[in-house]
């Protein structure tokens, strides 16, 4: 089974960048998946931030994109989130997953990871 | 862009019962319709993906149908660890991936 495991500051400045790393066990992350990032402000519903498939491929959604670059790492079987520019309206728990084979479903999930953005 | 809106918000039940949760899109949306299982303090949990399929050790209980605008998540019989927030999601609108607000299953 597949293991998702979210790693990074829990707390960031103002207009800095946001950085977090999922690694991924259970799984290559050169399988034919794509590996995506979810967040979840607190008390509120999910928003899907992105996703990367192994060659770099990447989807982001439009009301982000702008600010959002998402990259994997063979060697290391990992994938990472930079969200650039951040605010107080950015501060949620950062979720990786893995899309379920076909393309439109979330199928795993690390554990998240809580992310402040405050001065 | 697809608004997925669910209702109810809250929902108070005891364990036992039997209970439907719905999911309506804005407009007509591919067949690939997921539900996901919330709890406190945790990652949302795949429970139905392509609208009627069960993902991998969900319980029978759960069972998704629907088409079109209108689609439905039903419990058959409520066990205490059911009690949780549930969230419909499409991907209709590729790459964009939409999830409805969630419903509240709490324990009367």
């Not at chain 2, 669910?6 to 364990?15: I, V, Y």
């Not at chain 2, 998704?64 to 991907?91: H, K, M, N, W």
Request: aromatic share 10%; glycine share 10%.
């Amino acid at each position: 089974q597949v293991q998702l495991q979210e790693s990074g500051p829990g707390l960031v400045r103002p207009s800095g960048t946001l950085s977090l790393t999922c690694a991924v066990s259970g799984a290559s992350i050169r399988s034919d998946k794509w590996w995506s990032w979810v967040r979840q402000p607190p008390g509120k519903g999910l928003e899907w931030i992105g996703e990367v498939y192994h060659t770099g491929s990447t989807y982001y959604n439009p009301s982000l994109k702008s600010r959002v670059t998402i990259s994997v790492d063979k060697s290391q079987n990992h994938f990472s989130l930079n969200l650039d520019s951040v605010t107080a309206a950015d501060t949620a728990v950062y979720f990786c997953a893995s899309v379920l084979w076909g393309g439109s479903e979330l199928e795993y999930w690390g554990r998240g990871i809580l992310v402040t953005v405050s001065s | 862009e697809i608004v997925l809106t669910q209702s109810p918000a809250t929902l108070s039940l005891s364990p036992g019962e039997r209970v439907t949760l719905s999911c309506r899109a804005s407009q007509s949306v591919s067949s690939k319709l997921a539900w996901y299982q919330q709890k406190p303090g945790q990652a949302p949990r795949l429970l139905i993906h392509g609208t009627s399929n069960r993902a991998t050790g969900i319980p029978v209980r759960f069972s998704g149908s629907g088409s079109g605008t209108d689609f439905t998540l039903t419990i058959s019989s409520l066990e205490p660890e059911d009690f949780a927030v549930y969230y419909c999601q499409e991907r209709s609108n590729w790459p964009n991936y939409s999830f409805g607000q969630g419903t509240k299953l709490d324990m009367k």
